[in-house]
Nanobody
Framework: QVHLVESGGGLVQPGGSLRLSCAAS????????MGWYRQAPGKERELISA???????DYQDSVRGRFTISRDNAKNMVYLQMNNLKPEDTAVYTC???????????WGQGTQVTVSS
């Protein structure tokens, strides 16, 4: 099993920045890709960004150019640097991991990001 723990959420003004972190533990050797989903109140969960073990990155169009995903395999960490935050970025952000077979069975508990003046 893989255990994921997020940190770094909070309240920020529009235009501000936050950095989310996700620490993986357990059967980390099974992890291929890691990334972030978010879910805003009343909306469906959406995939924000993901990064494979060899560094291939992908972003949702609404965050491309503002958010940057990175990964430190030695520390078993994945990060999401969020810049130029907008009120519509307000959501619970959840870290996930997928194995080499593409099974994405492990999720963190989520961290709240609120963008408001």
């Amino acid at each position: 099993q893989v255990h994921l723990v997020e940190s770094g959420g909070g309240l920020v003004q529009p235009g501000g920045s936050l950095r989310l972190s996700c620490a993986a533990s357990g059967s980390i050797f099974t992890i291929n890709s890691m990334g972030w989903y978010r879910q805003a109140p009343g909306k469906e969960r959406e995939l924000i960004s993901a990064v494979t073990r060899d560094g291939k990155k992908d972003y949702q169009d609404s965050v491309r150019g503002r958010f940057t995903i990175s990964r430190d395999n030695a520390k078993n960490m994945v990060y999401l640097q969020m810049n130029n935050l907008k009120p519509e970025d307000t959501a619970v952000y959840t870290c996930f991991s997928c194995d080499l077979e593409g099974r994405c069975d492990y999720w963190g508990q989520g961290t709240q990001v609120t963008v408001s003046s």
